[in-house]
């Protein structure tokens, strides 16, 4: 079947710190893979996305490649600031579908 | 633009009642509305997929005679908790996406709605 596993949290770090937050998925064909970002008291909005193998999504200065050989999709930010603290999604789309399979979710605090 | 809301943000109920939960996307037509569960530091797990005018696709293992879905317009969708017990207490969230642009790609989510059954 198709799942997501995400590095646990919380992960606490301070401004300016380097960030990676690993994500390993598993599934069958080629999926979507994706990046939401959950920030307090609002709905999950869409980080970054890959939909094919060496792609590369990337946004407000966050990245991540899609990895087929090693079934991967790792969050990184070079410079982590404190508007960043979120809860941050892994999560993939079957081949061929609409519907998300999302990680459990990983809580990112940054202190100044 | 493509914004989702939910209606109420949160609700108590008493065990036995029934208690509904609306999903509207305020900018864009939503051929598919998506409603996921979250248990507290948990993932979303989708519990089901609607289409505009077509009966709910639910997931394995949801029940579809306690969780009711309507998508009766391309704007609202309702998920309906029947006969509410402590065990359906939990954070639903609505997505949808549409037919044109960015909504055809894209899941575009509600803020959640908290329910707590007493």
């Known amino acids: 079947g198709n799942s997501v596993t995400q590095m646990e949290g919380p992960v606490t770090l301070s401004e300016e710190a380097f960030l990676t937050i690993n994500c390993t998925y598993t599934?069958?064909?080629?999926?979507?893979l994706f990046w939401y970002v959950q920030y307090p008291g609002e709905g999950l909005q869409l980080l970054l996305k890959?939909?094919?193998?060496?792609d590369k999504g990337s946004n407000k200065g966050f990245e991540a490649t899609y990895r087929k050989e090693t079934t991967s999709f790792h969050l990184e930010k070079g410079s982590v600031q404190v508007s960043d603290s979120a809860v941050y999604f892994c999560?993939?789309?079957?081949?061929?579908?609409?519907?998300?399979?999302f990680g459990q979710g990983t809580r990112l605090t940054i202190n100044p | 633009g493509a914004v989702v809301s939910q209606h109420p943000s949160w609700v108590i109920c008493k065990s036995g009642t029934s208690v509904k939960i609306e999903c509207r996307s305020l900018?864009?037509?939503?051929?598919?509305m998506f409603w996921y569960r979250q248990f507290p530091k948990q993932s979303l797990m989708l519990m089901a997929t609607?289409?505009?005018?077509?009966?709910?696709?639910?997931e394995q293992g949801v029940e579809k005679d306690k969780f009711l879905i309507n998508h009766a317009s391309l704007t609202l969708s309702t998920l309906t908790v029947t006969s509410a017990h402590p065990e359906d207490s939990s954070f639903y969230i609505c997505?949808?996406?549409?037919?044109?642009?960015?909504?055809?790609?894209?899941?575009?989510f509600g803020p959640g709605t908290r329910l707590t059954v007493l």
């Open positions: 997505s949808a996406t549409g037919t044109s642009g960015r909504t055809y790609n894209e899941q575009f």
């Open positions: 599934a069958t064909g080629y999926p979507s």
């Open positions: 890959a939909t094919k193998a060496d």
């Open positions: 999560a993939l789309s079957p081949q061929g579908a609409q519907k998300l399979v």
């Open positions: 900018d864009f037509q939503a051929t598919t």
């Open positions: 609607s289409n505009e005018g077509s009966k709910a696709t639910y």
